[in-house]
């Protein structure tokens, strides 16, 4: 379908439908069908008319990204504009969490959401070299929030990141890491810890007295 032929066609309704959609998918939302008892019209509405939305979103560079297999549609700028920075605990976070969805993915289970506590991700990021003292409450939240604004994850309101609260790994994030880059997020992660612990060891030495200021106390 073509936006300048095929939308004047539409109905009334279906104009409005279509203008909602798109300043969802342009305010940066991720749509998916939804749960079984609450369906979002919206992503019926993608799914049916994707032709007709990815024309109208080209003309401003722009296209859908739709995956019918993954059932999620979002809006991606040719040109990227819409990329994302993160702190490095936040990536190190967003790692862990893309190869524990791989994991949950392989594993033959009707779940229908790929779901883990706060306290095993901690648990993660400790084993894979992080030190426990920079993983703190304060400091997971303000990380898993910033991942949830961008539709990675989803939390619950009022989420504190204590270790009996729960985090859904969105399908996103397999688009974001697609999983033939599964080897490479092990190797950054163990990276980052290494020259984290490196950091932290010539900071300890540094603070650490001499033999000369330990003998003249």
């Keep these: 379908m ?8 539409l109905e009334a309704a279906q104009r409005d439908h279509f ?23 919206d992503w019926r ?14 003309v401003g560079g ?14 991606v700028h040719e040109a990227g504009i819409q ?17 524990y969805y791989h994991e949950q993915m392989r594993l033959a289970s009707d779940q229908e959401r790929c779901e883990i506590s706060v306290g095993d991700l901690r648990e993660r990021l400790i084993q894979a070299g992080k030190p426990a003292a920079q993983l703190s409450p304060r400091a997971m939240v303000q990380a898993l929030r910033r991942l949830a604004r961008h539709s990675l994850v989803r939390i619950e309101r009022g989420f ?30 163990r990276t980052y810890t290494a020259t984290q612990a490196k950091r932290d060891a010539q900071e300890d030495s540094v603070l650490a007295p001499t033999e000369e200021e330990e003998a003249g106390e």
């Excluded at 073509?2 to 004047?8: A, L, N, R, S, T």
């Excluded at 203008?19 to 749960?35: F, K, M, N």
Aim: overall charge negative; charged content about 30%.
């Design 62 to 75: 722009w296209r859908l990204d739709i995956d019918l297999g993954l059932r999620m549609a979002r809006a």
């Design 160 to 189: 504190d990141a204590q270790d009996h609260e729960s985090i859904i790994v969105e399908a996103l994030v397999e688009k974001v890491l697609p999983a033939d880059k599964i080897s490479d997020i092990e190797q950054k992660i």
């Design 83 to 99: 990329r994302v920075r993160l702190t490095k605990l936040e990536s190190l976070v967003l790692c862990a969490l893309r190869l």
């Design 19 to 41: 203008q909602h959609v798109v300043t969802r998918l342009l305010s940066g939302a991720v749509l998916s069908p939804g749960s079984p008892l609450k369906v979002d019209p």
């Design 2 to 9: 073509d936006f300048i032929e095929d939308y004047p066609n």
């Design 45 to 58: 509405f993608a799914e049916r008319y994707r032709d007709l939305i990815d024309s109208y979103l080209r």
